[in-house]
């Protein structure tokens, strides 16, 4: 693997950050409904 660098690194890290915050926002969904 080759160190990317530039604007590759960023989409790189907002899409890692995107995957992370949609489980989130999954889980709290299904939390939410599960309660009520």
Do not use: W
């Not at 160190?3 to 907002?14: F, K, Y």
């Amino acid at each position: 693997m080759y160190h990317a660098q530039g604007p590759e690194v960023i989409l790189l890290r907002i899409f890692s950050y995107a995957c992370r915050a949609k489980k989130i926002l999954v889980f709290m969904i299904r939390n939410s409904t599960d309660q009520e």
